[in-house]
């Protein structure tokens, strides 16, 4: 008992009635948290019972939810003509459990971004994504950025970056947020960024390979390797292997490769079973863009595996992930073959 007296949470009548000096809050979707005016310090713990709720239920009729200059959710009652920091709804908490067995998928097709992250809490936590500025990239971003990380949006072009960045400090003035340019055509571009990034002398926590060209005309890069192989996986292995030191230091980190179920439809070894590096890199002769996106892709599952079982015993993970078949974005920009069949699937697939 003595120990709660001195911690500030000394014995009440209620398990649930807060100690001197708190005030219980909520974000914008709806979770419930505990802010300690005198340490000037928030939680998403009670700091009694260590429970963590979210409000039940919809606003009350005549209510109406806002947020003001500082980031901080109010309530406006209409009928009253009031308003209040306090959720009319805490009044009909309940509480999240998430080690309570479910039968049902926690998340499907349907769920956003937003919602995954809903009740987490990111803060101090610094991630880098490739090819930020649109597409999954952008959502990414943005809903890391919402929930309070530090978030690096790696673009080719800084312009575009720095738009992005100013949408999401739209929704959230206070996010962290910049742009850094990055082109993972140029593996000189890949070494600046990560020079530029290891001078700001900030951990890495999450390191998010996105960034891809899908069904892109035969070129070569200014490495002279085909394009489509340097930018979707010879780029990202360079980023990787330049901030690996990063990574170690800043454990528990990990690294997601965004791949695709395509890979799963081609093969990057000759008729004796050795890897074939003209398979890689073709020559404008034997390039066919499909072909070439899935060995590409194929090549970011093999790297993810490894990287995870060289890395893990140090503390950074390593996963690929397949974002969902034909998702609308700007990948399919390259033909207008593939823009119409992305439009036609559109209606069946997963949104933005």
Same mark, same amino acid.
């Given at each position: ?11 009440? /009548? *209620? ?29 998403? #713990?009670?700091?009694? +019972? ?13 209510? #109406?939810?806002?947020?003001? #200059? $500082? ?15 306090? /959720? ?10 998430? @080690? ?13 971004? @937003? ?34 990380? &530090? ?37 000189? *571009?890949? &070494? ?8 700001? $002398? ?6 998010? =390979? ?8 035969? *070129? ?38 965004? +791949? +695709?179920?395509?890979? &799963? ?33 194929? =090549?970011?599952?093999?790297?993810? $595996? ?11 993970? +390593? ?6 078949? @034909? ?26």
């Amino acid at each position: 008992m003595a120990a709660l007296k001195y911690a500030g949470l000394e014995d009440t /009548d *209620s398990e649930e009635e807060l100690p001197p000096g708190w005030e219980e809050r909520t974000t914008k979707d709806g979770w419930v948290y505990y802010a300690n005016h005198l340490e000037e310090k928030t939680q998403w #713990e009670h700091p009694k +019972s260590g429970k963590r709720k979210r409000v039940a239920g919809d606003l009350p009729y005549g209510w #109406e939810q806002e947020t003001d #200059e $500082n980031g901080q959710v109010y309530f406006v009652d209409h009928i009253n003509k009031r308003t209040t920091y306090l /959720d009319p709804r805490l009044a009909f908490t309940v509480e999240d459990n998430p @080690m309570k067995p479910t039968t049902r998928q926690k998340y499907d097709g349907n769920s956003t971004a @937003m919602e995954i992250l809903q009740g987490r809490d990111l803060s101090g936590k610094v991630v880098i994504i490739t090819g930020a500025n649109s597409g999954i990239g952008f959502e990414t971003a943005k809903s890391l950025a919402l929930h309070g990380a &530090r978030v690096i949006l790696a673009c080719r072009s800084l312009v575009r970056g720095n738009e992005a960045v100013q949408r999401i400090l739209g929704e959230w003035h206070k996010a962290k947020v910049e742009a850094m340019t990055l082109d993972l055509a140029s593996l000189q *571009s890949v &070494r600046h960024f990560a020079e530029a990034f290891k001078s700001k $002398n900030l951990p890495l926590h999450i390191l998010i =390979c996105n960034a891809a060209v899908f069904g892109a005309p035969w *070129s070569l890069t200014e490495d002279g390797l085909e394009s489509t192989f340097q930018v979707n996986h010879l780029g990202h292995f360079y980023l990787v292997q330049l901030l690996e030191d990063v990574l170690r230091q800043s454990s528990p980190a990990r690294v997601v490769v965004v +791949s +695709s179920e395509s890979h &799963r439809f081609t093969e990057i070894k000759d008729s004796s079973g050795k890897l074939d590096f003209s398979l890689l890199s073709p020559s404008k002769k034997e390039y066919w863009a499909m072909l070439a996106y899935n060995r590409s892709k194929l =090549c970011n599952i093999l790297f993810s $595996n490894e990287l995870n079982r060289r890395l893990s015993p140090h503390g950074v993970t +390593s996963n690929s992930v397949h974002p969902g078949n @034909m998702i609308y974005s700007s990948l399919h920009r390259n033909w207008w073959v593939y823009t119409l069949l992305f439009t036609l699937a559109r209606p069946f697939t997963k949104s933005m």
